[in-house]
């Protein structure tokens, strides 16, 4: 079957640095996807890893081993705002997401 | 950039009654729109996939006859609740896809029924 697994809760401190990881099992592999999902909101793009290594955004990085399926989201200099949860997601080869149940990520001064 | 809006963004209905929610793709054609529904603290669920001039492709458990999907245009679905019930309330999230890999999400609409 198909399975997304990620963290269900995280605590990080302003100023600090969190890897949120995943890992993943999909019928084919067309990509793996983070969002950002404050409450209340639909969720945002962060990012898309289709090959293996690192993709760096700004204070965003995200991290994709196909051979392992596995992936991380690397938050730095963490800042209140980011505190919100973040969902990873799969696409299989038929382009339709598998979504994980999502990380809250909550900061601390 | 690719916008996708929803209309309302929140409404309230009686038990009983019927809500049509919009999902439009402003500056792109999609063929592949998606309806999402997500209950608080839980992660999205998918309820349907809706392409352009065809019937929706309903996920396991989504009753297709209460939750009545159309894709009329390539920039337009509708989702319409039938017979709205409390346990229908929830945040339900349209998104478009502009590419394989490219979907863009709408800002929701948070469903209350009384």
């Known amino acids: 079957g198909q399975n997304i697994d990620q963290p269900t809760e995280m605590t990080a401190t302003e100023g600090a640095i969190v890897q949120i990881n995943c890992t993943y099992q999909?019928?084919?592999?067309?990509?793996l996807f983070w969002y950002q999902q404050h409450a209340g909101e639909a969720p945002t793009f962060l990012s898309y890893n289709v090959l293996d290594g690192l993709e760096e955004k700004g204070r965003f990085s995200s991290f994709l081993s196909r051979s392992k399926g596995y992936s991380y989201l690397l938050l730095k200099e963490l800042q209140m705002k980011d505190s919100a949860s973040y969902l990873c997601a799969a696409m299989d080869s038929n382009y339709q997401l598998i979504w994980g149940a999502g990380t809250k990520l909550i900061i601390k001064p | 950039g690719a916008v996708v809006s929803q209309h309302p963004s929140r409404v309230i209905c009686k038990s009983g009654t019927s809500v049509k929610i919009e999902c439009r793709s402003l500056d792109f054609q999609a063929t592949t729109m998606f309806w999402y529904r997500q209950f608080p603290k839980q992660s999205l669920m998918l309820m349907a996939t809706?392409?352009?001039?065809?019937?929706?492709?309903?996920e396991q458990g989504v009753e297709k006859d209460k939750f009545l999907i159309n894709h009329a245009s390539l920039t337009l679905s509708t989702l319409t609740v039938t017979s709205a019930h409390p346990e229908d309330s929830s945040f339900y999230i349209c998104s478009a896809r502009r590419r394989d890999y490219e979907q863009y999400f709408g800002p929701g609409t948070r469903l209350t029924v009384t």
């Open positions: 999909t019928s084919g592999f067309n990509g």
């Open positions: 809706s392409n352009e001039g065809s019937k929706a492709t309903y």
